[in-house]
């Protein structure tokens, strides 16, 4: 499995391990919610990842977030799948340098 190298700032370097903690949690919510159709609280997630993702240098998943974001607010269960696992996938694989 290929990782994905994030620099972070250095001011930011000890919030990172909690950030990505809850960001996998998130994660695992989105799934859950996805599993009941509960697009609303897909949404509310995404939107926060969204709004994290760039604030601690993590811009694929603040783009992740938004396009799932989008998906939930149309109700498009395959999309927002789709954007689950892209999100688990890249959680899976991120590394900080």
Do not use: C, Q, W
């Not at 000890?14 to 799934?31: C, G, M, N, V, Y």
């Not at 601690?56 to 998906?71: C, K, M, N, Q, T």
């Amino acid at each position: 499995m290929e990782r994905v190298l994030v620099k972070v700032d250095p001011d930011l370097k000890d919030l990172i391990p909690e950030f990505l903690r809850r960001k996998r949690e998130d994660s695992t919510a989105i799934s859950e919610a996805l599993a009941a159709g509960d697009f609303a609280k897909i949404k509310r997630l995404a939107h926060n990842i969204k709004g994290e993702g760039g604030s601690f240098g993590f811009d694929p998943l603040s783009e992740i977030g938004a396009e799932l974001e989008r998906s939930a607010s149309e109700a498009n269960a395959e999309a927002s799948h789709k954007l689950a696992l892209r999100l688990a996938d890249y959680l899976e694989r991120v590394e900080v340098i």
